[in-house]
């Protein structure tokens, strides 16, 4: 943990998180289709957690909406702008809680306070196999029976075309594949990938069910790596129409950059 939360600081301390998904079209395009899937699965008025909630774009958005949001950050940097931006909005108006904590361990919340859990940063970090399980644990014991969980994840073939294919070798093949092309996961890789059937495995011996796994930025990120990339608002619009349509398609999964496996909390 010590060595991953210095890792995670020191990368938070050096980048422009807070507007990471209002600056770009691929942020814009994961913003949006997130919040479409959240919306198809949270009630309105239910009671959230976001693990990994950052600056807060997810969490402010929520609760400017209704929802009763929990946001749990680890990094500090990452928690003050968050706080000082529902500061903004008249005392009262939002049901908005911020505290620090690490998804691996959320035993400040008792078994099943939430009816949607949405974990949109810790498993990028996450390297050890035994820290992943219990993320993935502890945020199934948080939420209801029949609630909804949503896990944010990256594609490990999408990290390298996305980095790997361009003048810079950064995280490239060694930093992504044994010499056999599966994949691995080490802290010095900073963020982590995965294979589509690999992460889904992770969810085989848990009491969930499998809803759906989506894409939600596709291609775009690479796409707007070109220096002659242009895309007008009711370009984005159309085309945002035309991703909600196709981002569950099992081809096109592996070439998105971010991903969301969802989830429902089966019962005892």
């Not at 990094?75 to 911020?98: H, M």
């Amino acid at each position: 943990m010590d060595e991953r939360l210095k890792i995670v600081t020191s990368f938070y301390e050096e980048v422009q998180e807070d507007t990471r998904l209002d600056r770009s079209r691929h942020g814009q395009l994961e913003f949006a289709t997130t919040m479409e899937y959240i919306h198809r699965y949270a009630k309105p008025g239910a009671k959230l957690i976001e693990l990994g909630a950052a600056t807060g774009r997810y969490s402010l958005a929520l609760a400017q909406e209704g929802y009763d949001v929990t946001a749990v950050e680890l990094v500090e940097k990452n928690l003050e702008i968050l706080r000082r931006k529902a500061a903004q909005f008249p005392e009262g108006s939002l049901r908005l809680q911020a505290v620090q904590g690490d998804a691996t361990d959320l035993a400040a919340f008792p078994d099943g306070a939430f009816d949607v859990a949405l974990s949109f940063g810790p498993m990028y970090h996450l390297y050890e196999p035994e820290e992943v399980r219990r993320t993935i644990r502890e945020t199934i014991r948080v939420t209801k029976d029949g609630g909804v969980m949503m896990f944010a994840f990256l594609s490990v073939y999408a990290i390298l075309f996305d980095n790997y294919l361009k003048d810079t070798l950064h995280l490239g093949m060694e930093e992504n594949f044994d010499e056999a092309y599966r994949t691995k996961h080490f802290a010095e890789q900073l963020f982590t990938g995965y294979d589509i059937v690999e992460f889904e495995e992770l969810f085989r011996d848990e009491p969930v069910e499998h809803l759906a796994t989506a894409a939600t930025d596709t291609v775009m990120e690479l796409a707007e790596q070109r220096v002659d990339f242009s895309m007008t608002d009711e370009h984005f619009e159309e085309f945002l129409r035309y991703h909600l349509a196709t981002c569950e398609k099992r081809e096109l999964l592996g070439a998105s950059s971010h991903l969301l496996y969802i989830c429902k909390k089966i019962g005892k």
